[in-house]
């Protein structure tokens, strides 16, 4: 099993801590911006456009590519034993 950042953002969601303080909107931003930087345009779009409330979505995706670009490199999965 490879653990994510995903998969730790998911568990602290269910956890609760400080991500319980997380409004719709706020988890929908960093799952889109998690989404771009990781090559899934599919998830991030749908993310944005649930965000988005329909509108267009193209202007908000670009953007994120650009800011995940200035991001630094996302940490690789490591193996959990």
Do not use: W
């Amino acid at each position: 099993m490879y653990a994510t950042v995903h998969v730790y953002i998911q568990f602290a969601l269910l956890s609760g801590g400080c991500s319980a303080l997380l409004t719709e909107h706020e988890r929908r931003f960093m799952a889109a911006l998690t989404a771009v930087r990781y090559g899934r345009s599919g998830h991030a779009r749908l993310e944005l456009m649930m965000l988005c409330e329909g509108n267009d979505i193209e202007e908000v995706f670009k953007s994120f590519a650009v800011i995940a670009d200035a991001m630094p490199e996302p940490a690789k999965a490591e193996r959990v034993q």
